[in-house]
């Protein structure tokens, strides 16, 4: 495991969430009237900066790929411009999609207390139907174009 993946799935997630702790107590927040709540509170500023941490930590890797290997061989047209644009709609698209759930994570977690293991495995199991669903219907003909078989002994067979 490359130092940088032990730094941000193991390490800096605890550094995050201990900072934003102490943060929010030492402004007095923690002693507020927001109570259970505070969770919701302090997940929306976590994420972000778990996210912009994860990107400025993979940055010099991703410059790398892109222009010394990519670039070069005519993978890719990016300058610096649409590279930098790129790191900042990855941003962008977490705090527009993935705060949200984890927003709705964070209140289930709270409302279902010993229960969470039914709830999580509840939604999984709906995802994965949605999806099971949605995959043959939805996604594969976006990106696959099909044609119906002949009329054939094997068919009929299959039938």
């Given at each position: 495991m490359a130092w940088d993946s032990l730094?941000?799935?193991f390490l800096m997630p605890k550094i995050i969430w201990e900072f934003l702790l102490w943060t929010f107590h030492a402004w007095g927040w923690c002693d507020s009237d927001w109570g259970p709540y505070m969770q919701l509170v302090v997940a929306i500023p976590y994420g972000l900066i778990y996210k912009l941490l994860d990107i400025v930590v993979h940055m010099p890797f991703g410059i790398y790929v892109t222009w010394w290997i990519?670039?070069?061989q005519g993978f890719s047209d990016a300058t610096p411009c649409t590279y930098i644009w790129e790191r900042f709609a990855v941003?962008?698209?977490?705090?527009?999609?993935?705060?949200?759930v984890l927003l709705i994570i964070c209140l289930a977690a709270l409302l279902s207390g010993k229960w969470l293991?039914?709830?999580?495995?509840?939604?999984?199991?709906?995802?994965?139907?949605?999806i099971l669903y949605m995959y043959p219907v939805v996604i594969m003909p976006i990106f696959s174009s099909f044609t119906l078989l002949e009329e054939e002994e094997e068919h009929e067979v299959i039938y």
């Open positions: 730094f941000m799935y990519e670039v070069p941003l962008l698209e977490f705090a527009l999609l993935n705060v949200p293991w039914l709830v999580c495995l509840l939604t999984t199991g709906f995802f994965k139907l949605l």
